[in-house]
């Protein structure tokens, strides 16, 4: 009876405890990495929002038209606080994937090597889409003002066009940099400028003529309808 | 104080160690004006002589690079004083035909007869544009008689123009310049000027040739540092001013971006001047006054309105982070509904002036975008006031350009309140005292 409870009971319990003993300082790691983890992203966060509001984060962002941009897709939070709150998020998660790793167990050991050599490539997209965004603005509103400047009619349509192309410029150098279906999305962009520009070039020469010919005159020879300018003296 | 010096080539630098030094100086800026610098030659000439028969005198003329042979022209100009009544031209004119370095633009050329004329310690200077076809000697007189004999340090042109003519002066320089700094200097962008050659080495040590000021920006530039720097300033007048016609599809908006530049950094970099003057002065005027017929001007308004009637729909959002919500929705709501009706009051633009000048000093945009935006507002103002002045005499015209400026001194505590967010205490305008050059210091060459 006793040798039963001694191989049936016990055995298994002691190899439970065993067990637990093992896992224990690394569960202990974990929990030290995770509040550590915890405690620097939220002290992390907090600064990196401070420092921006202090330096005029916010002011600049307003300028760039950042903004605006937010509030149109529905976010109310300004930016330092988005960017505090990103910088707090990340260090979490890297905390966490650094805590997984304390518990030591391969398959989580390997899902935590694979994301961390993926965040370089995340990091490169996310800079690649933002500087994206800022030159597409840049772009697009020097875009309107020359071509509202020029009198040309689709000024908002062509200033459209820009931000749009630069953006997606952007974004598939972004895709490009994740390995997202790298083939795909230069293929993809090449045929679809070249189709855009193909149309526009027929479109152009098809239904525009009379424009595509007074542009060259007045380009290559200089002449120009009569009374179709003043001739007021500016200065 | 920047004493470096303006980058002459290699035979400028003989040309001036042979000439070695001069009493006069008048500098001609070219660029391909081959049909007109020559009757601009001549008139120098025979002005000179003329006038200032016993000064050592040296004509500079600085090219842009021109492809149809205008420093030629330059060089062989002759002039025979037989038939001019000139008997005693006692010193011969020297000649220096020079191209100049840096940005494109007649800034640049400016840069390198300032240089000049402090290498060859020149005592009066005078600058006259190389496409005028109405300038006559008496030019030179009235523009150097006043620094040789009366004791000016600078002289701004007054001419006789159409009512059409040189709409950015009427609608803008004129009306803000004498708003902000107190002196009633009708044509500030002018394009010819007299001035001493303390001045001249004054303008030379500004750091400002890498800017608006080498480009279109020159001319108001040197008027308001004359002002800002205590000299004294004058006017003459010239009669009509007619030159060579632009090229019509010259850049607008890039002359009204290089002008309205160089006024709004200029207002930031005098703020502590103008936001303590008050109200404004008459400039002396020397010369003989007289009326003369002057060229008509055609005028497109309807090309004018569209262009504004499209930046009021395409740049909405740029003029509302541009104007306040209060001027933008005037604008919007004093328009008219077809045609080419155009009404831009007067309050109304000040206020847009006076706004623009704010946003540009607090970078609420890139400041190219923030002046370019601007075009087609200018080209509505300019619309309405052609609306308002069809029919009138220039007389009649120059009276609504002196409401305008009344409007803009009268609105300034607008412009001060919103520039800064405590206004200054008012103060009486400093007088303005005859300069010494400051050969110690580095601040402020007038005293």
Redesign the interface.
């Known amino acids: 009876m006793d040798t039963f409870i001694n191989q049936a009971l016990l055995k298994p319990l002691e190899l439970l405890g065993l067990q637990v003993l093992n896992v224990l300082p690394n569960v202990l790691a974990m929990g030290i990495i995770l509040l550590g983890g915890l405690f620097t992203a939220w002290a992390s966060g907090s600064f990196v929002e401070r420092l921006l509001r202090v330096i005029g984060f916010d002011r600049l962002c307003d300028?760039l038209g950042m903004n605006a941009a937010l509030l149109r897709g529905g976010v109310k939070t300004d930016p330092s606080r988005l960017v505090g709150r990103s910088i707090y998020w990340t260090v979490l998660v890297l905390a966490s994937i650094a805590a997984l790793g304390a518990l030591n167990l391969t398959p989580i050991n390997q899902f935590a090597q694979s994301l961390l050599a993926y965040v370089p490539h995340l990091v490169t997209a996310a800079v690649i889409l933002l500087a994206g965004y800022f030159l597409s603005n840049?772009v697009s509103?020097?875009v309107?003002?020359?071509?509202?400047?020029a009198?040309l009619?689709p000024?908002?349509l062509i200033a459209t066009c820009s931000r749009w192309g630069v953006q997606a410029l952007a974004g598939a150098m972004a895709l490009e940099q994740l390995g997202i279906a790298q083939h795909i999305v230069v293929v993809g962009f090449g045929i679809t400028w070249g189709g855009i520009v193909l149309a526009a070039a027929i479109a152009f020469g098809l239904g525009a003529t009379d424009l595509a010919k007074g542009f060259l005159e007045?380009r290559l020879v200089g002449r120009?309808k009569p009374?179709?300018?003043?001739?007021?003296?500016?200065? | 104080m920047n004493t470096s010096l303006t980058p002459l080539t290699a035979a400028t630098e003989t040309r001036l160690e042979e000439v070695n030094s001069t009493e006069i100086l008048v500098g001609i800026p070219s660029y391909n004006n081959a049909d007109t610098v020559g009757h601009v030659v001549r008139a120098v000439s025979v002005g000179l002589a003329k006038h200032f028969p016993g000064c050592r005198a040296v004509l500079v003329n600085s090219d842009g690079g021109s492809s149809d042979g205008t420093p030629a022209i330059v060089a062989r100009t002759a002039v025979d004083f037989q038939y001019l009544f000139i008997g005693d031209q006692q010193s011969i004119l020297h000649r220096i035909v020079t191209p100049y370095h840096g940005i494109p633009g007649k800034g640049s050329a400016f840069r390198t007869i300032f240089e000049i004329a402090r290498r060859l310690k020149a005592r009066a200077c005078a600058v006259v544009d190389a496409d005028l076809r109405s300038i006559s000697p008496e030019w030179i007189e009235l523009l150097l008689r006043p620094i040789m004999e009366e004791g000016y340090d600078y002289v701004a042109p007054y001419y006789l123009r159409h009512k059409?003519?040189?709409?950015?002066?009427n609608s803008l320089a004129y009306p803000l310049t004498r708003a902000l700094y107190g002196q009633r200097i009708r044509q500030p962008?002018g394009?010819e000027f007299g001035f001493s050659g303390a001045l001249a080495a004054h303008y030379l040590d500004q750091h400002v040739w890498e800017s608006e000021v080498a480009r279109?920006g020159i001319?108001i530039w040197m008027t308001t540092e004359a002002i800002a720097s205590g000299a004294r300033v004058c006017q003459s007048f010239l009669g009509a001013k007619i030159h060579n016609?632009?090229d019509?599809?010259a850049d607008?908006?890039g002359?009204?971006m290089q002008?309205m530049g160089a006024l709004f950094a200029l207002m930031e970099q005098h703020e502590d001047l103008w936001s303590r003057q008050e109200g404004s002065r008459p400039v002396p005027l020397f010369g003989f006054p007289y009326e003369v017929g002057v060229e008509p001007?055609?005028?497109?308004m309807e090309?004018?309105v569209?262009?504004f009637r499209?930046?009021l729909t395409?740049?909405e959002p740029?003029w509302r982070q541009i104007l306040t919500d209060d001027t933008f929705t005037q604008l919007r709501d004093t328009q008219g509904t077809s045609g080419d009706d155009c009404r831009i009051p007067d309050e109304l633009w000040v206020r847009i002036v006076y706004d623009a000048a704010t946003a540009y000093r607090n970078?609420?945009?890139?400041r190219?975008?923030l002046l370019?935006?601007l075009?087609?507002l200018y080209l509505g103002r300019?619309a309405s006031f052609v609306h308002a002045t069809q029919g009138l005499t220039s007389t009649e015209a120059e009276q609504k350009i002196e409401a305008l400026c009344h409007t803009f001194e009268r609105m300034k505590p607008y412009l001060i309140e919103h520039w800064q967010p405590t206004p200054p205490q008012s103060i009486a305008p400093a007088p303005l005292h005859h300069m010494t050059i400051d050969v110690g210091g580095d601040h402020g060459y007038l005293h």
């Open positions: 300028r840049f509103r020097a309107l003002i020359a071509a509202v400047n009198g009619p000024a908002r007045r120009s009374g179709a300018v003043d001739d007021l003296h500016h200065l | 059409y003519d040189g709409t950015i002066t962008i394009g279109f001319d016609p632009k019509p599809a607008l908006s002359m009204l002008v001007v055609h005028v497109n090309r004018m569209s262009h499209q930046g395409d740049l740029i970078r609420i945009m890139p190219d975008h370019k935006a075009t087609p300019t």
